[in-house]
């Protein structure tokens, strides 16, 4: 029996296959080409489809999402990689200002079917600056497409969609699940839109996303070996934001807690919190709970179980939703 | 390099070899006389309250005509928000070109069909677009040639050092344009750079650079015609400095004398690109009164199109600012949509 593969050799797959479909589709960024990236995503790209279709540049990352702008304004399909989290910072600008808004600008005459790797989050014991949680700088501009998948399956299917989307996407990878080893299954391709109920649960629902998926489903499994049974929705889709499945398990439940690993303060835990509060209202039991890191620089990698939100964490915040009142 | 190339001096003399054809100068002074006409009906707008700002390029027209005169069909144009003379250079009709600056949609042409970038107001980031364009056109086999207009000061931000050098590693089909009008709003050249000038900036990148009278439509239309013959034929970028100057305000709402001098300006009066090329012209033969009258009539036609466009109010859809923020529309943004539309059905009824 073969191994099961990693999340890294999912996102491969996913980028091998892309680009095998279309030749339109191209990989650049830092150490991408002979390397394969530090962290061997696209590993083979470049021997198998040469150094036009994945390449490497200079060290520019601001250049490499304003280039790659111009390659999807002149027919190209690109995908880039940010090496990490807040390397990303540099191409802000051209994010917000311009992979953001040159659709909107020409009223859809120009579209940017492009993608924007980002390896995200903590939990790997990163120094700083490697370990950001950045989904609500993102999710928070007008035009960006925001997804993160939370298994290898969706690993390799998002990231699919992500590069026949018409619009551009930034595709975030919990690289604390980066080598986890699960069944790959590559059919059929997820849509970017839909939530995905993880875990059917009766008594109240976590919403996670990323790398809080998995913390979420084990929180959910010691419950249930205390009596509680807790249901598990993965956004997967941050924008857009799949309303429908996660109204719909809150109200089943009538409880809930947002589980995500970026400080909390104006964060996305607050807002899926919110539209919870606004569409649940009446058949809520206790206020939403939010379970997030803290506001707080992410910590050196000595403390940074203690920020990181855990099983106890969120156990601690069902614990408190109220249930001697009803 | 500290001495710009020079074709036609200030008297209309010429002053170099190689001189184009004079048809080609003819119909750059018959662009020329457009140009300074666009300027002056877009500043006149802005008085009117027609227009809500426009940053003019009166004296930087020799610039704006060569850069579009340069380029095939099939080569693109990036351009600022001081281009417009540009952009209307290049066959976009200028009331497209102003809808910017009307307010009523951020770009009002087909960047597309036109092969012209939407106007660019962040300083320099449209150059790595222009370079995506052009290494996009080279993976495809496609011989197209991308020019990237920015001013003195975008050659301080970020993105052009990261585009020029991208450029230069790959070889790109791309000419940069600096038109150095020797002012960022209010700050002077010498804020900006230390170098000896900005063409000599190409040597860091590995890229040939030239330095040229911006105001010289001749030596603009040699020296930009020779670096797109080169990126075509697959020699990479060129940086093209143009010393020039910016004879307005930066914008109507600017007020230049809090940090330069009229003597300064009148300095450059003399300089005017009409002026010079009119003078080689009419010395030379080539240009008649005849054909000065057909062009000052063109450019009216031209003015008087635009005061048409501009005098009509166009009907705007409120519903069109969730239309295109995504090729399909969010359940969010379809819901915040009804909710305007019924907002606005409450206000009507």
Not at chain 1, 144 to 161: H, K, M, S
Not at chain 2, 139 to 152: H, N, S
Not at chain 2, 178 to 207: F, H, T
């Amino acid at each position: 029996m073969t191994e099961k593969p990693t999340m890294i050799q999912a996102l491969n797959r996913a980028l091998h296959d892309a680009m095998a479909a279309d030749e339109s589709v191209v990989v650049f960024g830092e150490d991408v080409g002979p390397l394969g990236g530090v962290f061997r995503v696209t590993d083979g790209l470049t021997a198998t489809f040469g150094g036009n279709r994945c390449f490497d540049t200079p060290l520019a990352e601001a250049g490499i999402v304003g280039v790659a702008v111009g390659m999807a304004m002149n027919g190209m399909r690109p995908v880039v990689e940010m090496q990490f989290d807040a390397f990303a910072y540099p191409a802000f600008e051209q994010i917000v200002s311009h992979v953001a808004k040159i659709g909107n600008r020409t009223r859809g005459r120009v579209r940017l079917p492009m993608v924007i790797r980002v390896p995200y989050g903590g939990g790997i014991g990163g120094v700083e600056h490697h370990c950001d949680s950045s989904e609500a700088y993102y999710a928070h501009t007008p035009g960006l497409l925001v997804v993160t998948p939370a298994t290898n399956t969706d690993a390799y299917g998002l990231l699919r969609a992500a590069i026949e989307h018409p619009d551009p996407v930034v595709f975030l990878e919990p690289k604390r699940q980066y080598f986890t080893r699960e069944e790959l299954d590559q059919d059929p391709v997820p849509p970017i839109g839909r939530a995905v109920v993880r875990r059917e649960g009766g008594d109240a629902t976590l919403i996670a996303y990323g790398p809080t998926v998995p913390v979420a489903l084990a929180a959910a499994e010691q419950a249930a070996a205390e009596g509680r049974d807790l249901g598990v929705v993965d956004i997967r889709s941050i924008v857009p934001f799949d309303d429908e499945t996660v109204t719909a398990a809150v109200r089943r439940t009538g409880r809930a807690v947002v589980v995500a690993e970026a400080p909390g303060f104006a964060s996305v835990a607050s807002e899926i919190a919110a539209r919870v509060s606004e569409r649940c209202f009446h058949h809520l039991e206790a206020p939403v709970r939010r379970v997030t890191g803290f506001d707080v620089p992410y910590p050196p990698p000595k403390l940074e179980r203690h920020h990181l939100p855990g099983v106890d964490r969120i156990l601690d915040a069902v614990d408190d939703l109220q249930w001697d009142e009803t | 390099m500290s001495e710009p190339m020079r074709l036609i001096n200030e008297t209309g003399a010429v002053v170099g070899d190689g001189l184009p054809e004079p048809e080609v100068l003819l119909d750059g002074y018959r662009a020329l006389v457009l140009a300074r006409r666009l300027n002056a009906q877009a500043e006149a707008l802005v008085r009117q309250g027609r227009l809500a700002v426009y940053p003019s390029s009166h004296g930087q027209e020799a610039c704006q005509v060569a850069a579009a005169a340069v380029l095939a069909d099939t080569d693109w144009l990036f351009p600022t928000y001081r281009d417009v003379a540009a952009i209307a250079a290049r066959g976009v009709d200028p009331l497209d070109v102003l809808m910017m600056l009307r307010g009523d949609w951020h770009c009002g042409y087909d960047p597309l069909a036109t092969r012209v970038a939407p106007q660019a107001t962040p300083l320099a980031t449209q150059l790595p677009h222009a370079v995506g364009v052009g290494h996009a056109a080279r993976l495809k086999g496609e011989d197209t040639v991308v020019m990237a207009l920015c001013g003195d000061g975008a050659t301080s931000e970020g993105d052009f050092h990261e585009a020029l050098n991208f450029a230069a590693v790959f070889a790109s089909p791309v000419v940069f344009l600096v038109q150095n009008n020797k002012y960022a709003i209010s700050v002077p050249l010498a804020r900006q750079s230390a170098a000896e000038s900005l063409a000599a900036k190409g040597a860091g990148y590995g890229m040939p650079a030239v330095l040229v009278d911006g105001n010289d439509l001749a030596a603009l239309t040699v020296v930009l015609s020779e670096a797109v013959a080169r990126a075509r034929r697959g020699g990479g970028p060129t940086l093209v400095e143009a010393d020039t100057y910016r004879i307005r305000a930066h914008t109507n709402a600017d007020d230049p004398s809090r940090y330069r001098t009229d003597d300064e300006v009148d300095e450059w009066r003399p300089r005017d690109p009409l002026l010079r090329l009119r003078a080689h012209l009419t010395s030379t033969g080539a240009l008649t009164p005849e054909r000065e009258a057909e062009f000052a009539a063109a450019a009216e036609e031209m003015a008087a199109h635009v005061r048409a466009g501009m005098g009509e109010e166009t009907a705007l859809d409120p519903a069109e600012l969730f239309a295109h923020v995504y090729s399909t529309p969010t359940p969010q943004l379809r819901e915040q949509a009804a909710l305007l539309a019924a907002e606005l059905n409450e206000v009507r009824s």
